[in-house]
């Protein structure tokens, strides 16, 4: 889907967290959604004001990731450490680890002004409820020290590491990321639950865009009602035998559809470089590691 907001909708482009943002600059993608939520690309924003606007709030700014089994030696540290050179650099940050391991976690040299807490967690026995685990998981947080410190969270993946600034200019009461895959696809051929036993199901006709569930975010507030929503639904669905095709991300898009983000991420906010080079794509910020599925999910 290609084309700038219709002018109507143009007020409602000014953000709170990076001023004015500028739609025209990104003629060749679209910069706004059909319910007026900016569609953040390269050069749409400016990365100074919004860094200055979030100092001056004062944001602490929490980002989670799991790393459970395999998952921690693989991965953490270089998220972490890329993290550390382009994640809300300047900021208050505070990062959550979620992991069945505490010891483990590498020990990374932090900038001042940004900590690290450590979590365990319970080890789930088949990969697809770690990573719908989840969403209980971040639920219980959010409603204890992670909900009292942060004002503003990011939910990652961590089998992806930093390459470009990821700035505040991506806060908003919710977030969610475009799906570097399936962007440029028409509607229906999106990867939505379609079994409508589901309580993630979205029938032919609805869903926006297919969101990525490998980042995420909003206020403690918005995120306390999203994970919610997915831990409860999973919750039924498992009750009744079901699990959506894709786990939690199902689940994540169904409840984005019922209650639109306020802020979309362009694909160059987590981009994965086996798509190769695509022009609207200038700037990739966090980026995929290569899937090793067969290596990993036994
Ligand atoms: C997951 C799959 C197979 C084998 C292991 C794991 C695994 C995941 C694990 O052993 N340890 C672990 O900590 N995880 C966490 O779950 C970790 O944070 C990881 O990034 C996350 C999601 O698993 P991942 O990254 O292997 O799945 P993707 O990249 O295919 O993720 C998309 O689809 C998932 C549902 O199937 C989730 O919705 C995810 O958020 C999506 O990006
Ligand atoms: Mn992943």
């Known amino acids: 889907p290609m084309g700038v907001c219709p002018s109507a909708r143009m007020a409602l482009l000014r953000d709170n967290f990076t001023g004015l943002l500028n739609p025209w600059a990104r003629p060749d993608v679209l910069t706004c959604t059909s319910w007026g939520a900016p569609i953040i690309w390269d050069s749409t924003f400016n990365p100074a004001v919004a860094q200055q606007k979030a100092l ?10 799991f790393a459970v089994g395999r998952y921690l030696e693989k991965y953490l540290a270089r998220f972490l450490e890329t993290a550390e050179q382009h994640f809300m650099v300047g900021q208050r940050v505070v990062y959550y680890v979620f992991t069945e391991r505490p010891a ?116 403690v507030a918005a995120l306390r009602g999203l994970t919610a929503h997915c831990a409860r639904n999973l919750r039924r669905d498992r009750e009744r035998g079901l699990e959506a095709r894709w786990h939690d991300e199902s689940h994540l898009n169904k409840f984005f559809w019922l209650h639109k983000p306020a802020k979309v991420l362009s694909p160059e906010f987590c981009w994965s470089p086996e798509i190769g080079r695509r022009a609207e794509i200038r700037q990739p910020r966090l980026l995929w590691a290569p899937k090793e599925y067969a290596l990993l999910r036994d």
């Open 56 to 65: 001056q709030q004062n944001f602490t700014i929490g980002l989670t990731v």
């Open 104 to 219: 483990a976690v590498p020990r990374v040299a932090l900038a001042p002004g940004r900590r690290l807490r450590v979590e365990r967690v319970a080890r789930e026995p088949r990969w697809q409820d770690v990573s719908m685990q989840r969403m209980r998981t971040l639920h219980e947080a959010l409603g204890g020290r992670l909900g009292r410190e942060a004002h503003f969270v990011l939910c990652m993946d961590v089998d992806q590491h930093f390459r470009g600034a990821f700035g505040p200019e991506v806060l908003a009461e919710s977030v969610a990321q475009l799906h570097a895959w399936h962007y440029h696809w028409p509607r229906w051929l999106l990867p939505y639950e379609r079994d409508v036993r589901s309580t993630a199901a979205l029938a032919l006709g609805e869903g926006d865009f297919y969101y990525h569930a490998a980042v995420f975010g909003g206020s």
